[in-house]
């Protein structure tokens, strides 16, 4: 039987970005997946997704941001690929909107506000947008569109020779973890387990704190396609009366990019049917059509992509979406990392990093936010 140090299931956005960090580090580590890059399953496909510096989500993650910058660019030097075109992202919403307050206070913290401030200001500086002229607006410069197909091609790329193209089970034994593939069965040390919306197959108790949900993407023909080219448009995220919409620039010639970012409805990993459907992506539309009308024309491409969302904790509380980095309470050999809720790809490279920290030093955890003994089920197992 094959044996190896660390094995990764799953080379989706997070578990390569590990197997790229392992294999720069001499370890003896192996990563499994039967998707090949570009595969419309999962939660990481398709060309792009937002990098914001400062979130709304919390002001903790400016740091996470931060590293994960500096990891993209140290990718883009190795690979020789483009992974991160700057853009200035904008979110707006109406006076008092805490999306915009959440950001704008992390901002401010670094010193790094400026620009329109109003709905006002935002329609003259892009003319794409027609907000109301008393909305709230903050625009940050530092973020960027992350070529999220390209990011994994390159990990997998810098880890040649260490991917096996196929299915994994997972079984702990005492003297190693198990992994078996149709057609070979490797013992591995340690596994990190990166399986996104399937990873509750892997962990037993964790599917009551997750849940999947359907999440429609649309690209539609830009009314106005001088008002939405990639350096002239920003990145733009709206909390208007139909949830939070964003979008991105028309930096591929196919559309403005632009999708709801609140839950759709619950599905199973594998049981969900592309394309998008008209009404999926009619609050879309209209949120187009009234704040964005330079964006707003025919859709002519769609899409359907996994959020793993997880619930709101309830041993040390929290919001929910909150990721999940952690060694498996019960089995430390075992990391399990789902970091999605919708907002987890900008962070990859320095998840990925963190991940291989913790595999090669069992001194480093994650931080206590991520970890999973904040809910019941876990909390009497550490
Ligand atoms: C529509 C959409 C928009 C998003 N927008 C943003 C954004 O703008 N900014 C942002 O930061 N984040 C965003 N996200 C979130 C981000 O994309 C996710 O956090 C990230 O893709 C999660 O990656 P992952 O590697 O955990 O999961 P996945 O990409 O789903 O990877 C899991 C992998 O595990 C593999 N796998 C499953 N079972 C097995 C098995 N038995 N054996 C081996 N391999 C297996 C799968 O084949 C898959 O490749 C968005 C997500 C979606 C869906």
Redesign the pocket.
């Known amino acids: 039987m094959r044996s190896c140090g660390i094995a990764v ?8 970005s590990a197997l790229y960090a392992l294999t720069r580090r001499g370890a003896d580590v192996l990563g ?4 090949a890059v570009g ?1 419309a ?6 060309s792009c ?4 510096r400062f979130n709304f989500e919390s002001e903790a993650y400016t740091e996470l941001s931060d590293r994960a910058f500096k990891g993209w660019q140290a990718l883009e030097k190795a690979s020789g690929r483009t992974i991160l075109k700057p853009s200035r992202v904008l979110e707006a919403g109406p006076p008092g909107s805490r999306l915009v307050a959440a950001s704008r206070a992390a901002a401010a913290r670094k010193g790094a506000i400026g620009g329109p401030a109003t709905g006002t200001d935002a329609n003259a500086a892009f003319p794409a947008f027609n907000l109301p002229a008393n909305w709230d607006v903050v625009v940050q410069g530092s973020g960027g569109i ?1 070529m ?1 197909e390209a990011a994994i091609g390159a990990f997998r790329e810098g880890a040649e020779g260490r991917i096996v193209a ?4 997972m079984r702990p034994t005492p003297g190693g973890i198990r992994i078996t593939t149709p057609d070979q069965e490797v013992m591995a040390e340690q596994v990190i387990v ?5 990873i509750s ?2 962990i037993p108790g964790l599917g009551r704190y997750l849940t999947v949900t359907r ?1 429609a ?1 649309g690209w539609f023909a830009p009314a106005k396609p001088e008002t939405v080219g990639y350096g002239e448009f920003p990145i733009f995220i709206i909390e208007g009366q139909g949830g939070v919409i ?1 979008g991105f620039p028309d930096f591929e010639g196919r559309g403005v990019k632009a ?1 709801q970012h609140d839950h759709g409805p619950i599905v199973g990993a594998d049981k969900w049917s592309p394309p998008a459907r008209d009404d999926e992506l009619e609050t879309v539309r209209a949120t187009l059509a009234r704040f964005v009308p330079g964006a707003a024309g025919p859709v002519v491409d769609r ?1 359907i ?4 969302n997880t619930v709101k904790a309830d041993v040390r509380a929290d919001d929910g979406n909150e990721f999940i980095i952690d060694r498996l309470p019960g089995d430390r050999r075992i990391l399990v ?12 490279s320095a998840i990925g990093a963190m991940l291989s920290d913790m595999a090669l030093d069992p001194e480093i955890d994650a931080p206590e936010a991520f970890r999973l003994d904040r809910f019941s089920g876990f909390a009497d197992q550490r």
Request: glycine share 14%.
């Open positions: 299931i799953g080379l989706g956005l997070m578990g390569s499994f997946d039967p998707l595969d399953r999962g939660s990481s496909h398709g997704r937002i990098y914001r992350l999220a196929a299915a994994a089970k990166a399986a996104g919306p399937w197959a892997f999440q993407v964003y999708a899409d992509c996994l959020y793993t990392a789902s970091p999605c809720s919708g907002h987890g790809a900008k962070f990859a």
